[in-house]
């Protein structure tokens, strides 16, 4: 932030005390001073201001074990829902809405069916009804709605609010950041839905001080967003950044979405390993009522020694590992996060995709760490409404 006058450096300092406690949770004033490079004045100045606005408030003596001689401090803490945004991600087959407050909690979540043939009119709708049922059951004054964020899937133009191609609906350039604008008459934002988990989960996920990371999303499709220190998301030149499913890991290989062959999202996505292991087997459609739950059947069998099943998912954890390992050799994070369909989240599964980024990078994998996603199904939601923390007080 550029800071000119009294005021912005006024704004300024509060942003940096803000972003303090939400990534370090409750502390004292004294903690805030080291985190923020403040003096005493100007914290209690600042606190005082937000203790008196209802932002902060003062736990009780005692809420922490002090760790030396002395009275415990009195920790500041941030008020669940002194700031809330609302997020909301247009999935292939649902749509996630939730109200999230400042500190990471969930104050409000709904999730409908989405049919693959909805229309953004359509979709924009059940936002508005879901929005409208919100705020009509507010009570009570100082709640803080910042706005709405929006993830969607394939090319997003974060900056005019544009979802410019989104293969799995069938969207070409809907302009999703104004149709929200006009009709819930707050601030909205848009992005791609996985470059918005890897936000959450720098902001309120378990690797919320790495700043190194890349988020992988594997499921209907396969995405990812990378973190970089000192950048922050990185967006590409033409908002394309992040790909990682249409990168080509077998010539000739399947057919893909985007036209082309051999992309890895026609490899590893939950359509593209139920249909590889109907067809190997030969036998009927695994039972489920949706592609994701048939791919926890089949690494259910991998498990149990289905030989076909351990082949497919050998087989797809050996491409999906030279995907992974190319990103590790490009920038080389501190942590991935793999997150989606079972394949990636049993331990089996998930061990077999370590070992062959081993295999296909070079020098030394294993000084990345693997971790699961904090909020799961959740985790592009509570990303959309990160961003609008971010635009707003963070
Ligand atoms: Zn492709």
Redesign the pocket.
Known sequence: MAVKNQSDLRDNNIRMLLQALVRSGPLSRSELCRAIGLTPPAVTGLTKQLLDDGILFEQKPGARQPTGAGRPPILLQLRDDAYTALGVEIGVDRLTMGVIGITGKFLHVQTLRLDATALPEQVVDAIYAFYANYTANLQGPGVHLCGIGLAATGRVDSTSGINRFAPNLGWRDVPLGRMLQDRLQIPASVDNNVRLMALAEEWFGKARNSRSLVFVQVSSGVGCGILLPGIGLVRGTYHGAG?L????VVPQGPL??????G????LVSNKALVKAYEQASGSSALPSNDRQGQVAVLVQRAQDGDPIAKDILLNAAEHLGIGLATIVNLIEPRSIILNGNAFVRTPLTRGWIQEAVQRHTFGNATAVEFLDSTFQDKQAMVGAATAVFRKCVL
């Open positions: 790909e499913g249409h990168c080509t893909c979405t985007c036209g082309k062959q992309c890895l999202e026609a």
